[in-house]
């Protein structure tokens, strides 16, 4: 067999190499990497040069295949996997370029990323046709294998067009500082449960276009949502209203519209209110800008899980993170529940300044810096929802049928509503679909 004109490298030289990165180790970490170390094991133990059909053999075969299906579950070139692992990685450099310039960072932490980019260089350089090679000879395999091929995207990503590396270092340090590293350089939504923030893999969102009917809160939340995104003082906020006016929906498209100028969305329950100030203290080392969204946010009478909001709401001494804002979603004007029991009477002598207390409860929702508010949508606004969502879907219907049929849909199902508009819109695409099938 030919050995490939790309290979330069062998495994004698490039698995101690790997084994010698000082500060991209975490590169590896994902069943790719973890898959192509077990291989390059196998390939520099002197056991897999024995004859074909021994342990040794029949064992390297199986880690080439391993990493073989892992590249197809991931379903990305090598290049571009290896790449986008650099880009992701959370490590001191990653970590330190956020927050500082490339002069501000130790020259021993520089001259390890440069070691670390000329190693991985030689991996971005090693094609699946040569480890292919590598383990033809090695095991003495008389199937041929097949290599691994998947077109590179390349889309922008700087290091695929620097033919060496360790020259990168300021443009690397740069795409950390701008993007950021880890988790938020590669998802947009984020949930706080068991103490963590576990990423949204596919979330949803309608395009903010399709938000309509409110276009004063709208606006309002918009540029609310831009003035954090230019660093500008921004102020956490109260969307209050009737249910299905679309306030969640309005909060989770400003994801869609503002991810790739570093808008990020950390979803918190009410079990996970109690955690806010931990949360905070995570977010705000990193360079992207966060909305905690708080959904259908209550409190009942005895309860003191608003406390930890209160701290993010007002402050502490901790200074506030300015990369962060709290967007709450109500159906209650007020979030703390009062019942008339509690309303002070002269009679009254269990707290002397019970007034102040009911006080407190009726002024949280005060303490949120902007308060929009979502009135309940009269027949001419949810029309108008209705004619902007069968335009966008292309609803091949008479204006006149389409606002009889909303108005019946609306009558028989949730009343008036963007929600109830969309799931009518979302039948009649369903509709039509079956009918033109038949």
Known sequence: MVAPASNTISTRLLYPQIASLLIFQGVFADPVGQTFLALLESLYSDQAAQSSGSTASIQCLRRYGRWFQALAIADVSWQDWLVGRILQDDNPFSR????????????????????????LHQVYSCEPETVRYWVTVATQVATTLTPWRRSPIKDS?????????PDSLEQLAGYYHRHGAGQFSQYGAFR????????????????????????????????????????????????????????????KALLGAYYDQGLRLIEVDKTGLGDLPQIVEILRQQPQKFIIFVDDLSFEEDDEVFKSLKVVLEGSIRAKASNVVVYATSNRRHLVREFFEERPRPSQAEEIH??????????????????????????????????????????????????????QWATRHNGRSGRTARQFVDFLVAEQALNSSQ
Do not use: C
């Open 96 to 119: 330190q370029a956020q927050v500082k310039s490339l002069g501000e960072m130790s020259r021993s932490l520089q001259e390890a990323v440069r070691h670390d980019l000329t190693i």
């Open 157 to 165: 990503a700087f290091l695929h067009s620097h033919d060496a590396w």
């Open 192 to 251: 706080w449960a068991e103490g963590s923030l576990q990423p949204v893999l596919d979330p949803e969102w309608l395009p903010l276009a399709d938000i309509v009917g409110y276009p004063e809160p709208k606006t309002a939340l918009i540029r609310n949502t831009e003035a954090l995104l230019q660093g500008l003082p921004a102020l956490n906020v109260l969307l209050y209203g009737s249910r299905g006016s679309g306030k969640s929906s309005l909060v």
């Open 354 to 407: 019970h007034w102040d207390t009911v006080q407190e409860k009726l002024s949280f929702s005060d303490r949120f810096g902007l308060t929009l508010t979502f009135a309940p949508a009269n027949q001419a606004t949810y029309l108008e929802i209705v004619h902007h969502l069968a335009q966008r879907a292309s609803l091949n219907l008479a204006p006149a049928d389409l606002d009889f049929q909303a108005k």
